[in-house]
């Protein structure tokens, strides 16, 4: 085996540890404040060298729920955690939890009511009219789900060459890239309330039109609000019938 064939081996193999591991952690397997096993154990315990656990190690430290000391290594409560925790949370069953996804979307609502703002307050006359033809066409085709996916994608990218905000971005791609594929991945069927969200699109079209960020701001907030609702009835659904599949599997066995 080569030495670039030793390195990636052994990255591979503490991803798989550093996973395992995560996944006990989060489980409430290692409480916080507890101390992991010893590199010798963790080694003997994966059948592997202990650079492999150390660095499945530093993998943990790095999502901010291990810290690494002289000592040993101990684990961190979730809550301070980094970001790039949230993906093994909701990865934590087959299913997200319901009330974890709607922290998400409340959260990402709340960034992107803000980064709507600030662009309606810095915006050319030229970059409103876009955003208001933008929302203009969301809130004509608002049954479809995928066209106003891609409108959504639009007027945030727009959003983010108008502003300036690099804190503010790297938090959205951050909450986007652990959230928004797992969601989809889902395949969950979410509609919507026609009526409610239309009306929305709508009043977001016309703060656009008038420059007028509190009802931009109150807009998206509605729509995300609608959004939220969905999805999380959209997953307790979701669960349910995973849970009716899964009993009547353990019966038949």
């Keep these: ?3 670039s064939s030793d390195v990636t081996h052994i990255k591979s193999r503490a991803e798989e540890i550093s996973a395992i591991l995560c996944d006990e952690i989060l489980r409430g397997q290692y409480r916080a404040g507890e101390r992991l096993p010893s590199e010798r154990d963790l080694a003997a315990r994966f059948e592997t060298n202990r650079g492999a656990v150390r660095e499945s190690l530093k993998k943990l430290e790095q999502l901010g729920i291990a810290s690494i000391k002289p000592g040993g290594v101990r684990v961190v409560p979730v809550e301070e955690a980094s970001l790039s925790i949230l993906g093994p949370l909701l990865d934590l069953e087959e299913v997200p939890n319901a009330r ?18 600030s662009a309606v307050e810095a915006a050319t006359e030229e970059e409103l009219v876009q955003m208001q033809v933008l929302a203009e066409t969301m809130a004509h085709s608002a049954e479809d789900t995928d066209a106003s996916q891609q409108l959504w994608k639009e007027l945030g990218r727009l959003f983010a060459s108008i502003n300036h905000n690099l804190v503010l971005h790297l938090i959205l791609n951050g909450l986007k890239t652990q959230f928004v594929s797992r969601l989809v991945g889902l395949g969950l069927e979410v509609k919507l309330p026609l009526q409610p969200n239309t009306q929305s699109l709508q009043n977001l079209a016309r703060g656009f039109a008038r420059r007028d960020p509190e009802m931009v701001t109150l807009a998206i907030n509605h729509h995300f609000t609608l959004l939220r609702t969905c999805v999380q009835q959209a997953l307790l659904s979701s669960g349910a019938a995973t849970n009716r599949h899964t009993s009547r599997n353990s019966v038949n066995v």
């Design 1 to 3: 085996m080569t030495l």
């Design 100 to 117: 974890l996804v709607g922290h998400v979307l409340q959260v990402l609502g709340a960034l992107i009511a803000q980064s709507a703002r």
